[in-house]
């Protein structure tokens, strides 16, 4: 009986790695918060960003290495809220925004609720027992790591030379409002991991992804703005495709899956 509760007590490591990169993400987002504290804006958004890589990351550790639990999704919900729902509108405050005293904070307060209400509605969505096989492929609304990157995306302009932006605290406080109110839409937005890619195009990709690298570490911020603005343009291109997929969406989602299965010519 001793040997067996012992082993009750103990968890493989595979469920403890998923949580572990969870708390590091929690450990950027809040440096970034510290990071901004000091006035140092080129720090905190690129922590920021680690931020939004590890939690890129966490999940499919968790699923590659079969150690996902409901502790670590419970963890992974409140750090999200944290890294991308609070961190990057208290940047946006230190940046500009409390230039427009109890106005830039409404801004502030908007995007946290719109933030903390789109991730209660995934998570709530997750058990959707009717949702359709090609649900996957979208978001309900911009999820909270491109939210919070969008966010921030005035004050990576300001460091391309756009002075302007920062002068301009309003149009901040509009423009941070209008991304909170992106995140609690309805629009369709591309979910790139439900997203399959053709067999011939692996390389071509991998030579595409290769070359971002290249540009991101020599030019940082200016690839972080097109970046963003890519995102921006694709929105219409999401919402085409849901379309398609809701007027005919088995039988195209069973054709994609065909020529996935397709050789490599």
């Known amino acids: 009986m001793a040997l067996n509760d012992r082993k009750l007590r103990q968890l493989p490591v595979r469920s403890l790695a998923p949580n572990i990169l969870t708390v590091l993400g929690l450990c950027a987002g809040l440096t970034a918060l510290r990071f901004a504290l000091q006035g140092q804006f080129e ?3 690129i922590a920021v960003i680690v931020a ?3 939690d890129a990351l966490d999940g499919r550790v968790a699923r590659f290495l079969k150690g996902a ?4 999704a ?3 919900s409140l ?3 944290v890294n991308f729902g609070v961190v990057p509108v208290l940047v946006l405050y230190l940046w500009n925004l409390q230039d427009l005293g109890g106005l830039g ?6 995007f946290a609720v719109c933030c903390a209400l789109r991730l209660a509605r995934f998570n709530t969505a997750l058990d959707t027992p009717d949702k359709p096989v090609w649900g996957s492929k979208f978001f309900v609304g911009v999820p909270a790591p491109s939210g919070a990157g969008l966010a921030v995306l005035p004050v990576i302009l300001s460091f391309l030379g756009w002075d302007w932006v920062a002068d301009a605290p309003f149009l901040v406080a509009l423009y941070t409002g209008g991304i909170a109110a992106l995140m609690v839409s309805h629009i369709p937005t591309f979910s790139f991991k439900g997203m399959s890619v053709r067999r011939d195009m692996v390389m071509p990709i991998l030579l595409i992804v290769g070359l971002g690298a290249a540009v991101l570490l020599s030019y940082p911020w200016g ?3 097109v970046l963003g603005i890519g995102y921006f343009a694709l929105i219409p291109f999401s919402i085409l495709r849901y379309r398609r997929y809701a007027s005919g969406g088995e ?3 069973a054709q994609e899956v065909d020529q996935d299965d397709a050789p490599v010519p």
Not at 105 to 110: H, K
Request: charged fraction near 20%; aromatic fraction near 14%.
């Open 43 to 45: 720090k905190a958004i």
């Open 74 to 76: 419970e963890l992974d």
């Open 105 to 110: 904070w409404i801004a502030v307060l908007g």
């Open 223 to 225: 690839f972080l703005t």
């Open 69 to 72: 639990t409901k502790f670590g």
């Open 251 to 253: 039988l195209l989602a």
């Open 52 to 54: 939004a890589v590890i």
């Open 79 to 81: 750090v999200d809220f």
